[in-house]
């Protein structure tokens, strides 16, 4: 049963190797999405899942590793093998995990961006009941077009977007996550569509209070960082 949630975003910049030079926003972005994952530890789950967007939907084993190599962060990390597996979402967010101390029992599962709402509540149910306390991690992130510098350049729609996904997560709101259109977040290049929809199959049945602790667009990215606890806690 899912008993904490957090969401973060997943921008290679969140690492200090790569975001050398970089505002002080993304230090207190990073600072923001390591707090909320420990928020996950804190509720004392007994198993920790981090969801993000990939090429296909695959759990991942203990042994899958994710470069961020092509961005300036020399690797493999030492007890690495073989070829990066994990695609640059679950990298950075098992980066964050790491920065938050989260205990060894977790593991990675990629679900493919382009699934349909349905496919991804689905799978958000299984892996709920993967443990009796389960703790999520979902990494996405919101529009890429919410500027000129985005990239995907500006494009009208993609704040009110980005601000239906902030009331969503602040509300604890299943529904509205589930409601959102695969096609418009395709067209904003909204990466966190899919992983906040699992998010939603995992968390449905139950009250939540959500809590939004970052929401801004520096690089024409909407960053949004979030936590979900069950009601009355």
């Known amino acids: 049963m899912l008993i904490a949630a957090a969401v973060v975003p997943h921008p290679p910049l969140l690492v200090p190797g790569v975001a ?17 994952v420990r928020r996950v530890v804190a509720a004392a789950p007994d198993l920790v899942l981090v969801v993000g967007g990939g090429p296909r939907e695959e759990v991942h084993d203990g042994a899958a590793w994710g470069s961020l190599a092509p961005y300036g962060v020399p690797g493999p990390a030492a007890g690495h093998a073989g070829r990066a597996t994990l695609p640059l979402s679950l990298t950075v967010a098992g980066w964050l995990l790491d920065q938050a101390g989260v205990p060894l029992r977790r593991l990675a599962v990629s679900v493919a961006s382009d699934a349909p709402a349905a496919a991804c509540a ?66 904003l290049l909204a990466a966190g569509r ?40």
């Open 194 to 233: 899919a992983p906040w929809q699992v998010l939603a199959g995992a968390a449905r049945g139950q009250a939540w209070s959500g809590h939004v602790g970052y929401d801004a667009a520096p690089y024409g990215v909407c960053y949004l960082v979030a936590t979900w606890e069950p009601a009355g806690t």
């Open 20 to 36: 050398a030079g970089a505002s002080p926003e993304v230090e207190d972005l990073r600072a923001a999405a390591v707090a909320a």
């Open 122 to 187: 689905t799978l958000g149910a299984a892996l709920a009941g993967r443990a009796r306390r389960v703790g999520l991690v979902v990494a996405g992130d919101g529009s890429a077009r919410r500027s000129v510098k985005g990239p995907g350049y500006l494009d009208p729609r993609a704040e009110p977007f980005d601000a239906h996904v902030h009331a969503a997560l602040a509300a604890g709101d299943v529904d509205a996550l589930l409601a959102l259109d695969r096609t418009l977040a395709a067209e």
